[in-house]
């Protein structure tokens, strides 16, 4: 039952999300990259930062995201002027695998809009591993 209640949480969350998606609005990413909220940053260079999920579904979770948003508030978004640093986000995501030791099995998951439940509206990456992934994902 309380599953089925977190899945609900989780798509009300999405949906209210999206409806204030393009306001251009400050989003807790923007915090987190600004220092004005803490994280636990796992990897950080000039265009991308990597840190811990505060609500993780593996034992390793992972955020990566871009430093500058740059109207990448999902990967639906995206143009072709974006392609470096989708590169940049994935070889992170491969870095920060390499760094917590699950370089031999791990997934990365982009959610893209509300009825994929994705609840910021800046492009992020999930890095999940510590355990075995099940297939299908969802």
Known sequence: MSSISASNDEEASAKAAAAI???????IFDKIIAKEIPSTIVYED??????RDI???APVHV???PKLRDGLTSLG???SRH???LGNLLYAAKLVAEKEGILDGFRVVINNGPTACQS???LHLHVLGGREMKWPPG
């Open 21 to 27: 998606a393009d306001s251009g609005a400050p989003t």
């Open 46 to 51: 000039e265009k991308v930062l990597a840190f």
């Open 55 to 57: 609500n993780p579904q």
């Open 63 to 65: 955020l990566v995201i």
């Open 77 to 79: 978004k995206a143009e």
């Open 83 to 85: 392609g470096e640093i």
């Open 120 to 122: 910021v509206y800046h």
